[in-house]
Each structure stands twice: as C-alpha cells, then as structure tokens.
C-alpha cells in the first residue's frame, strides 16, 4: 500500500486531509507521468461527482494539468465508466475522476485513468507518489505562453448512455423495475437509459443537493432501496454507488444480491452460452466460498486477486480473463468496459433475466452464501501496517483459522479506501464465526488503544 493511493484512488477528507494543493499537485503528477511525449500538448480528460467539495478540488485539479503545458477537457458530472470510456473515443492521454465513489459526502477522491481508460498500474501510482511526496521539484513546469488549455465536452453524459445502449441490445419492455441513484452520478444518466430501453422506471435518490451523496441511500445503505420498490410494486431493483461503478441487485422478494451473486449468475450464463474465456472469472480475497463451491458444481474456475476491483482488472488482463468482480459490486464486463459500471451491470442482468425468462430471485438461488461476518476498526493513518507486529493479534488469527480449516477462513486486512481495518470471518457455523470476528476486533481495539494512548504521551512529553 502506498501513502498517496489507495486500492481505488486517493481518499480523504475533502478540502482537509485531500485539500486542493493535493489535489493539484496531484494533477500535475499525473500529468507529466501520462504526458504522450509527441509534439502536442498533453491532453486529460475530466470528470467529478456531485459533492459540494467536487467543484473546489476540480478548479484545483485544472490548475495541476494546465501547469505542466497539459490541456484539460472537463466532462462535468458523470459516472466513471464514462470518464474511462471518453479517453478512448477522444484519444486522450489519460483521465481524472473526481469523486469519493460510496464514501459520506464529507470524503471525496481522485481516481486516475491511463490513455486505454484502465487504472493506473502500481509502478506509474508509486511515480506519481513521489512525485508529489517526496520530489516536487523534479516536476517541469510549462513557461507562461505554453501553459495547458481547457475545453468543455457537455455531451459526455448523452454520449455515454448511447455506448451503453448499443452494447445491452435487449429490450426492457414489460419490465417494472427501480433505480437508486445515490444522488450520485448516476442521477445524471440511470432513467435516461433505462427509459430508453423500454423498461418502467421508478427512480429515487435523485436530486443530489451536494451534500446528500450516499447518504440513507445507494449500494452502501440497501433498505431504503427495498422499501421504496415495495411501495411501487417493481418486479427488480438496482443501487448504484456515488460515482455508480458498482451496483447490488434487490430481487422481487426482497433478496439481496451482492457482487458475489451477480458474478455466479454472469459466469455460469457466459460459460452456458460460449463467452466464458478461459472458462474462468477473476474474483478476489473477499469472496464468499460459496461462490467457489458454485463454480465446481457449474464446471468453471475462479481465480483470485487482491482486494479492489483494479487488481481485478490486473488479473483478467494477465490471464486474458474477460469477467470479473468482488462483493461490493463491482463487475468487470472486460469486453465491454476497463472498469466497473454499475448500469451495465444491471441492464446485462436484466438481459439473463429477459433471456432465461426468470425472476431474479430465481436466478439467484443456485449460489448459496456461506455465513459471513464483517467487522470495521477504525484506525489512525500513521498506525497503519502496525498491528501486524502485534503477537496477541496474529496468534489469535491462526488459532481460530486453524479450527475452521478448509470449512471456513478469515481475512484480515486494511481497507484501501477508509482509514479502517477489515475483519472478516467465514463458515458454516454463524454463531461460532461471530465469536471470532468479535474476539478479533476486540484483540485489534485493543493494540489501536494502545498505541493512541503511548503516541499521546510522547507527544505530551
């Protein structure tokens, strides 16, 4: 894990721990990293969501791109898929994207795309890092009559929902179906396509205001999603995240379908019909096993990368995978898109579900989920990596691994895009695997408590 990126962007709190001086000279970084080295000015494409604090880091994102002679065309609010989608139609050198994806309204992030519109690789992150870290100064910045220019491409929204039109090819018509938005980014495109498509559309969480982003709403808070498609009797349901990279499905009961089950119903689907490559799909360290023991009974592989959908997207591209994702939602369709996209995610699902002739909680039922508990620890940045030195943690952990065995496991690793700490136990027995995820919080807010305490004396000393 680097200091500046985490494993989607960098993060933080908007305009204080990510102010705009980080954020330009994060912009600057990038820019010169990405620069194409032909005979014409760099060009970044631009894109942010629609927190309040969105504007301010965008003004300061522009000045970082324009001061290393590198032109800015800004897009306005999109989803990210967009972004990574207009720097391939536009030929551009690479992208930015604005925004603190599922996070509260007071977070916000800076995601960096290459010219393919992929994530950027850890060796360009780690130069763009100190760059901005540790060697500003290495920086070349243009003389005054060659700084870089900004231009504004208004139709990216438009242009985004025909693309993602054209690859769905299907009909909704009959379909009665609701979107949560996250008063995100999606509130910009989901009716218009969906619309398009023939389908009924019940919309909420679509009036974003610049500080209601992900608040009581979208992919993190389901519920609100569950109720409002009882009220309006919808047959399917979608929440998208703030920038709507990643999407969870509701089905017509009530159930919920996270990434896991959205990606055992698109592998067994793409292997049925010939579009499986490999015969394989990319999943992470976060999977659920019951996704595993799906895949053995359905006759294709799974493997695995590291937590973050663009280590996801590193594994296809290695392996020559075309199918991808993890349990918070994001799908990689690598055929259709470099990133998670929310929408696409959910228009191919109601392909499967056109297709099949199936009710969604239908196709869901073959994958059974094992038990999961997942518990968050807060911790402060400079303690990050530490509690991994700490024997009562570590001994605890292989104890308990060692009484599951090969029925259950647990994983306990740092979130790459919050200042917490994952604590994810899994098997059979729910009651027991509880037990544990707490013991192991508990053994965790322990060392934290200690090593606030012992860095409150030192620096009272």
Not at 30 to 35: D, R, S, Y
Not at 261 to 269: H, P, Q, V
Not at 407 to 426: F, K, L, N, Y
Not at 442 to 451: A, D, G, N, R
């Amino acid at each position: 894990m680097t200091k500046l990126f985490g494993t989607d962007g960098t993060r933080g709190i908007a305009v204080t721990d990510l102010n705009c001086e980080l954020a330009m000279q994060t912009a600057r970084a990038a820019a010169a990293v990405l620069a194409s080295g032909e005979e014409r000015h760099t060009r970044i494409i631009v894109g942010k969501d629609t927190r309040l604090s969105s504007d301010p880091l965008e003004d300061a994102v522009i000045a970082g791109i324009r001061s290393v002679g590198a032109d800015a065309e800004l897009l306005g609010v999109v989803p990210v898929p967009a972004v990574a989608y207009m720097v391939k139609q536009h030929n551009a050198d690479g992208g930015i994207m604005i925004s603190g994806s599922q996070n509260n309204p007071a977070s916000n992030g800076i995601k960096i795309f290459n010219s393919l519109g992929q994530k950027l690789s850890d060796e360009q992150e780690e130069t763009i890092e100190r760059l901005v870290l540790e060697a500003p100064g290495f920086i070349p910045l243009a003389p005054h009559d060659d700084a870089g220019r900004i231009s504004y491409y208004k139709q990216a929204a438009e242009d985004y929902v025909e693309h993602i039109k054209e690859i769905a090819e299907c009909s909704l018509k009959g379909m009665r179906i609701a979107l949560d938005c996250a008063n995100g980014c999606a509130s910009e495109t989901a009716e218009k396509l969906f619309s398009a498509m023939g389908a009924e559309v019940f919309v909420m969480a679509n009036t974003p205001d610049g500080t209601n982003i992900n608040k009581d709403c979208g992919a993190a808070d389901i519920e609100p999603l569950i109720e409002f498609m009882t009220q309006n009797n919808c047959g399917c349901g979608f929440a998208f995240d703030g920038d709507a990279d990643r999407c969870i499905a509701v089905d017509e009961k009530g159930g919920i379908l996270d990434g896991d089950k959205l990606l055992a119903i698109f592998a067994e689907y793409y292997k049925r019909y010939g579009m499986l490559k490999n015969n394989t799909a990319v999943i992470t360290i976060m999977t659920n096993m019951g996704l595993n023991k799906f895949a053995e009974s359905k006759g294709f592989y799974l493997v695995r990368a590291g937590a973050g959908h663009r280590y996801v997207l590193e594994r296809m591209l290695e392996g020559g995978y075309n199918l991808g994702g993890e349990p918070s939602g994001h799908i990689v369709f690598l055929d259709d898109s470099t990133t998670g996209d929310g929408q696409l995610t959910a228009l191919k699902l109601l392909k499967i579900m056109k297709t099949e002739k199936k009710k969604l909680s239908e196709l869901a039922s073959d994958m059974v989920s094992f038990p999961q508990v997942m518990l968050n620890i807060r911790i402060e940045p400079q303690h990050r990596e530490r509690w991994k030195n700490y024997r009562e943690v570590t001994e605890m952990i292989e104890k308990y691994a060692a009484e599951l065995g090969s029925s259950g496991r647990i994983v306990v690793r740092e979130s790459g895009t919050e200042d917490v700490i994952r604590v994810m136990t899994e098997g059979r027995d729910f009651s027991r695997i509880n037990e544990m995820a707490f013991d192991i919080a508990q053994c965790i807010k322990k060392y934290v408590s200690t090593e606030q305490q012992r860095s409150s004396n030192i620096e009272n000393s």
